[in-house]
Nanobody
């Protein structure tokens, strides 16, 4: 089965940066749309960013647009989320997820089939 492992989370001050990694085990991610999601305690899981299987199309939640960048490194079978200008409101557990390839994709958690265990991001002074 497709397994995903997130890494790169940690504690950072407001205005700082982190880069999250989503590494695949057992399968290549080349043809899977990949999404990044986050969930704070007591809150609904929300979509943050997504990238198409081809890597030619990306999308971002309004709350992170202009600050976060999603990318693929096919040689490393890894998807990244570069997070800049971090705010306390970005504090959450961040998950990556893979969607079975199809003609449509988006940032709804229900669309995605395979999930990692998450990595904690804490933005605090």
């Amino acid at each position: 089965q497709l397994q995903l492992v997130e890494s790169g989370g940690g504690l950072v001050q407001p205005g700082g940066s982190l880069r999250l990694s989503c590494a695949a085990s057992g399968f290549t991610l080349d043809y899977y749309p990949i999404g990044w999601f986050r969930q704070a305690p007591g809150k609904e899981r929300e979509g943050v960013s997504g990238i198409s299987g081809s890597g030619g199309s990306t999308m971002y939640a309004d709350s992170v647009k202009g600050r976060f960048t999603i990318s693929r490194d096919r040689a490393k079978n890894t998807v990244y989320l570069q997070m800049n200008s971090l705010k306390p409101e970005d504090t959450a557990v961040y998950y990556c997820a893979a969607k079975t390839p199809s003609t449509g994709w988006g940032l709804s958690p229900n669309e995605y089939d395979y999930w990692g265990q998450g990595t904690q991001v804490t933005v605090s002074s």
